[in-house]
Each structure stands twice: as C-alpha cells, then as structure tokens.
C-alpha cells in the first residue's frame, strides 16, 4: 500500500519537475523572441505623419520628438505622462530648447503609465481628427507601446519611432545586468498587457454572444 503511495507521489512529483522546467524553458524562449522584436534602428524617419506622440522617460525622447516636429514631419506633438503642473513652456525650458515657433504646435497629457499613455493619446487623437501617429519612446519600450497603441487606436496608422539610450546595451544585452534587469522587466510587463487584453477581448467576445442569444429569444 505505502509503496504504491510512494509511486504516485514520485510521479506527480516528476511531473510538476518536468511541467516547471517546460514553462521555464518557454518563459525563457519568450524573453530572447520579446527582446528579438526590440528595434535596432529607426526603420522609417523620414514619413510625414498627421501627429506625433512622445511618451516621456528621458530628454532623448522629448529632443528627438521636438527635433521632428521642428522638421515639420507632423502638425502638431503631444507629449504623454508629463508631471501634473508642469506646462508646455517650462516642459521646453527642462530640455533646454527655445520655443522657436513650437510651443502652440504642442500639447501634454499627464498619464502615470502605458495604458494610460494609450488612453489620453487616443483621446487628443480623436480630438485631433487624427489618421496617422509617429510613436516615440525608448526602444525597449517600444513592443508594449505599440501593443497598447493598436489596441487602443486600431484605425490610426502607426509609425514606431524608437530612441536608443546609452545605457540600455542591445548587443550581449544578457551580459549586461542592468540591462538584463530592465529587459526582463518589461518583458513580464508585455506579458501581463498582453493577457489583460486577451482576457478582456475574451470577456467582450463572451458579452456580444450573450447578447446576441437573447436578442434571437426576443
């Protein structure tokens, strides 16, 4: 009796060793696919767009954000996740750039996350009458930005617009601990977006049948 305890024990146990080194082994196979998919260069800097949109994390953004709309690439640039209280003219004066023209040509939003980075920029979009959108934020943030942005503003073209900053290493990044650390961040980061939108287009799918039945018992 005991030994064909011991039995069953020893396999549930092997299974759930042989399970955990399965879904280590996918996790892992996840993080070199997710950081395959960052960016290496701009592929496209030179198509006018009817907007751009900055998500701050740095002054690289907001410069080279700036540096495009000076180059009249859009009409007009928002800038996304600002500190509340900070205007467009001490939002210049932190970046160290004259307003030179531009200051009318921008608008900021004060979104404390991606998904809300998402929200308020598909808000000043609609606003806007707006088809087309150059994304600017840093490379590494670019594959769960683009991920909320397409959900969020399905219609609008988008045209990635990564930044490289100097202390994110892309080549060996896994070599690098800070660089490993803040991948591997925003690695799990993606996944939670991605499942919370899966979920939630699961939920709608579910809803729109429901109502769909009883609108045909009606």
């Known amino acids: 009796m005991m030994r064909g305890r011991e039995r069953r024990l020893r396999r549930v146990l092997v299974n759930l060793a042989v399970a955990a080194v399965a879904a280590a082994a996918l996790w892992t196979w996840g993080l070199f696919r997710f950081v395959d998919a960052i960016p290496a260069t701009v592929a496209d800097s030179t198509t006018p767009t009817d907007g751009i949109v900055v998500l701050t994390g740095g002054t690289q953004r907001l410069n080279e954000g700036l540096d495009l709309l000076s180059r009249d690439l859009a009409k007009k640039l928002f800038v996304s996740g ?6 467009v ?12 023209g531009l ?3 921008i608008a900021i939003g004060n979104a404390t996350n991606t998904t809300g980075n998402a929200q308020e920029t598909t808000a000043w979009v609609a606003e806007q009458n707006y088809r087309s959108l150059r994304l600017v934020t840093g490379a590494y ?8 942005f397409r959900h969020a503003m ?7 617009h990564p930044v490289f900053p100097g202390h994110v290493k892309h080549d060996r990044w896994w070599a690098w601990p ?6 591997v961040g925003e690695y799990v980061k993606y996944l939670f977006a991605w499942s919370r939108l899966q979920i939630a287009a699961m939920l709608d ?14």
Not at 154 to 160: D, E, F, G, I, N
Not at 205 to 218: N, P, S
């Open 89 to 100: 003219r001490a939002l210049l004066q932190a970046v160290k750039r004259r307003p030179g």
């Open 154 to 160: 399905p219609a609008v073209t988008l045209v990635p």
């Open 82 to 87: 600002v500190y509340q209280g900070v205007d």
């Open 141 to 148: 943030h670019m594959p769960r930005s683009l991920l909320e």
């Open 103 to 105: 200051e009318d040509r």
């Open 178 to 183: 800070g660089t490993a650390n803040l991948l």
């Open 205 to 218: 799918a579910v809803g729109h049948a429901a109502e769909g039945k009883a609108k045909t018992r009606a």
